[in-house]
């Protein structure tokens, strides 16, 4: 059992594009990554909740349902409850996920998680730790945060987790050293 940190978050990541037109928000997901109901029932933005109204593989809409309505929908930070999604025009263009400490407490560039994505026919993904043989948990959440999978791997530079037992959509992949934590997105696609 992983005890998770009151100030660690876990979930999915955010959506590449983002519109909104005052009284709605519009996010665009590429196909295939991440499913309906994996996705927050409601987002705030600055004091007011728009909540979900509709839903599909590649999209969904948001209607507000308290507070004002947005008085800039060209640029807004919408808040999915795993962290704040910065868009302009449409563009993401800040995701705050993880802390500042959490993200420079491993060299995260040395860590590689593949394939990305995890198609028919392979029921492993790998993590690799580059050169460096370390000793971790690895886990597996879903994007809303619950844990699915997770192993444990002692001075190796590789893990090798199976994922057969998922469906598809996007998962996001734990290394925890134990003071050091990194967290990858991978999506299934079977």
């Given at each position: 059992m992983i005890v998770l940190a009151n100030t660690l978050m876990f979930a999915q990541s955010c959506p590449?594009?983002?519109f909104s037109n005052g009284s709605s928000l519009f996010f665009f997901y590429n196909t295939g990554t991440s499913l309906c109901e994996d996705r927050p029932a409601t987002v705030n933005v600055d004091a007011s909740v728009f909540?979900?109204?509709?839903?599909?593989?590649?999209?969904?809409?948001?209607?507000?349902?308290?507070?004002?309505?947005l008085s800039n929908p060209n640029m807004f930070t919408a808040d999915f409850g795993y962290g704040t999604c910065e868009y302009t025009n449409g563009n993401l263009t800040n995701e705050m996920l993880l802390s500042v400490e959490e993200?420079?407490?491993?060299?995260?560039?040395?860590?590689?998680?593949?394939?990305?994505?995890?198609?028919?026919?392979?029921?492993?993904?790998?993590?690799?730790?580059?050169n460096a043989n370390v000793s971790v948990k690895v886990s597996v959440y879903t994007v809303t945060g619950k844990q699915v999978l997770t192993t444990s791997?002692?001075?190796?530079?590789?893990?090798?987790?199976?994922?057969?037992?998922?469906?598809?959509?996007?998962y996001l992949v734990k290394i925890d050293?134990?003071?050091?934590?990194?967290t990858r997105k991978f999506v299934v696609m079977k």
């Open positions: 590449p594009t983002g909540t979900l109204s509709d839903c599909g593989d590649a999209y969904s809409v948001y209607d507000l349902t308290s507070g004002a309505a993200f420079n407490a491993m060299d995260s560039t040395s860590i590689k998680v593949y394939p990305n994505p995890v198609t028919a026919g392979s029921n492993n993904l790998f993590v690799d730790f580059g791997v002692d001075n190796f530079s590789k893990a090798t987790v199976n994922v057969s037992s998922l469906t598809n959509g996007m050293s134990g003071t050091k934590t990194v």
